[in-house]
């Protein structure tokens, strides 16, 4: 039987391999597919899912750059298969040796073999997010991860124009995380029917639903009909289509500033390895500083003296900056070298202020009291930074 799935893929994407199985009984509790995978630093084993319409596919992550093979196994025929004898195996995959004759058990191996290459990947792919650090959160590659989230309960569920204007309105947003319900969700804002479910079946009549009685439906309310042992296909494959789009949102972050020396050049060579774009101005003299940060009770910094900047290089930052717009997103941070105007901040979110451009501030004391007429979109806290406010 021939396995569907992709030669290449890139490290942290999807690969996915789909094979045409049995469609009578019930294949979510009569079936099952699992898959592993190998190379030469890692191996795992995970549960495939029927898709639907005599489909049952396996996904696998895979975390290095490497040529993998793999192997497909599952509880119906994907290959004429070799009678072995494992006393261990399951009873639906048990069977007699020598037509029958024999009292001995053995089970059938159905498993077909493959392999694929795992390239770079692309420039905005960083891989999962970890916890580092202990206190912070990063990507598998080390990029730092600055969580902005956002709840949106079910507008996956919602119609089509609506899901639209949901990711239209996100796209022009700050948020690079979005928290959404999978199962269908009745509550105050949202009363009428979704457009799928995630089970076979029938529901309750919701149109006696409001504001007031909702609450009273929790649990299995009467007139709803549904079989919990088969799922819906089509409503996964809908949700897997919404994740897509927001992926595709895409939002690019480009590192605009100033840099000198040996310590800007390797700051510029490290974006360019992690993929981020910069419009770093040079600075002829002097060296992006140093800060060093001892660990301790109290804590000791050691900051470097950066370089001085000149009303020319301000200048051309200052028209960087001018040309941004509607839906763009400034994150100003850090303090302002001494050559520089202490309200630089100021200034820079009053030449944005009108223009749609979220801005957060990430500053201290002085610097960040200045702005906040502003009202810039967010600003960071910590216990330094919050003895502004006593």
Known sequence: MKLNYAKTIEKWGIFEVTISGPKEGNPFCDQWIKGTFC??????????FYDGDGAYKVRFMPSFTDKYTFEIEASFDINAGEEVPDE?????????????K????CAVRNILTGSFTVTSPSADNHGPVRVAGTYYLAYEDGTPYHCIGTTCYVWNLQNEELQKQTLKTLEENAFNKIRFCIFPKHYDYNLHEPITYPYEGTPCDSSVLNENNFAEYNGCAP????????FNPAHFQHIEKCIQ???NLGIESTALGFTAGFTGDEIIRRLEEMGVRNGF???????SRINL????????????QGPKIGTDKVDLLMKQLGELGQGDVLFLSGSIPSSMPDDAYQKIMAMLDGRGVRIAVDATRDLLMKVLP?????????????SVWN
């Not at 007139?223 to 088969?230: K, L």
Request: charged share 30%; proline share 3%.
């Open 88 to 100: 261990e195996a399951p009873e639906h995959k048990l069977g007699t040796a020598d037509g029958g």
């Open 374 to 386: 502003y009202h810039p979109f967010l600003i960071t806290m910590n216990l330094v930074r919050s």
């Open 39 to 48: 190379c030469k630093n890692e191996k795992k084993t995970v549960d495939g």
């Open 245 to 247: 789009a927001l992926m």
């Open 102 to 105: 024999a009292a001995e058990k």
């Open 223 to 230: 007139g709803n009909d549904w079989d919990f042992t088969r």
């Open 293 to 304: 940060k001892l660990k301790s009770i109290d804590g000791t910094e050691i900051n470097g």
């Open 281 to 287: 101005i040079q600075v002829g003299e002097g060296f």
